[in-house]
């Protein structure tokens, strides 16, 4: 298969879950949420911790789910000290877990454990907040803050491609991903800022114009300071892609890798000037 064919099929494959996972039940959105949840620390701590600590790897997952599924307790039940009792009790079970290993000669290792439960689990976890924004379960709004990172992907991919070859190859961060140029980081913004005028006419975020702007202007720098984060990992352990779980796009890593910074900053924004 044609290797652009495979990747518009997978694609719309993947555009075809997150919307069914999220417009529909909050069931979907728990199960296929904490399956990503579970996937990207799975290709995290195989990037960055090979095969060391496999038992320890697998309890670190099971936790940042674990802390996932409590979050999403509390957005939606208010219970906080539950919430929070639930998760540090569950890292101290990972700590302690850590002290009964045997082999402690690549210890300094398991400090991947944790930098993957606050990259990834803790975005992931605070996802629910998102979806819990209007006092009950709704998707509209991480679809909305979605809708805005893919079109900052598209646009940067777009605009890269068509002035960021030969018109403006000034690169935007040539040492951790010498792809991406300026002329693409422009598109970006402007595709964003144009889906997130759009949402708002549609009423996906009825909020003022100005902050509907702003949020997105800032989401967009977000995603892609997230992205080349992820590069960063990526490039430090000499790989291209952080999995092969969709064909043709690589890993939930390389996916998700713009929402971990883009998604927060986008609720927070709502949540400083009382919009949500």
């Excluded at 030969?166 to 991406?180: F, G, M, N, Q, V």
């Amino acid at each position: 298969m044609n290797s652009t064919v495979k990747r518009t099929i997978f694609g719309l494959l993947f555009l075809a879950v997150m919307l069914g996972g999220l417009l529909f039940y909050e069931t979907l959105y728990v199960i296929l949420f904490a399956f990503i949840t579970g996937v990207m620390l799975f290709e995290f701590y195989r990037m960055t911790m090979g095969s060391a600590y496999p038992q320890l790897q697998r309890l670190a997952i099971v936790v940042g789910v674990f802390i996932f599924l409590a979050a999403n307790y509390y957005f939606f039940s208010g219970h906080l000290a539950t919430f929070v009792s639930f998760s540090i009790i569950a890292i101290l079970l990972l700590m302690v877990r850590t002290i009964l290993q045997k082999d402690h000669s690549d210890f300094l290792k398991t400090g991947y454990l944790y930098a993957g439960l606050v990259y990834i689990g803790l975005p992931l976890a605070l996802s629910n907040a998102v979806v819990s924004a209007t006092g009950e379960y709704s998707g509209i709004l991480m679809v909305a803050f979605f809708c805005i990172i893919w079109a900052s992907d598209t646009g940067a991919y777009c605009f890269g491609m068509l002035f960021g070859q030969k018109l403006w190859p000034a690169k935007l961060c040539p040492t951790i991903s010498p792809k991406k140029s300026w002329a693409g980081a422009i598109g970006g913004m402007v595709a964003s800022l144009l889906a997130a005028w759009i949402l708002k006419c549609v009423g996906w975020l009825p909020y003022p114009l100005v902050h509907v702007l702003v949020m997105a202007a800032l989401m967009n720098v977000l995603g892609v300071m997230g992205d080349l984060f992820e590069s960063l990992w990526k490039r430090s352990a000499g790989i291209k892609d952080s999995g092969n779980i969709i064909p043709g796009h690589g890993g939930l890593m390389d996916r998700f890798d713009s929402a971990l910074f883009a998604i927060p900053t986008g609720y927070i924004y709502l949540l400083l000037f009382g919009l949500v």
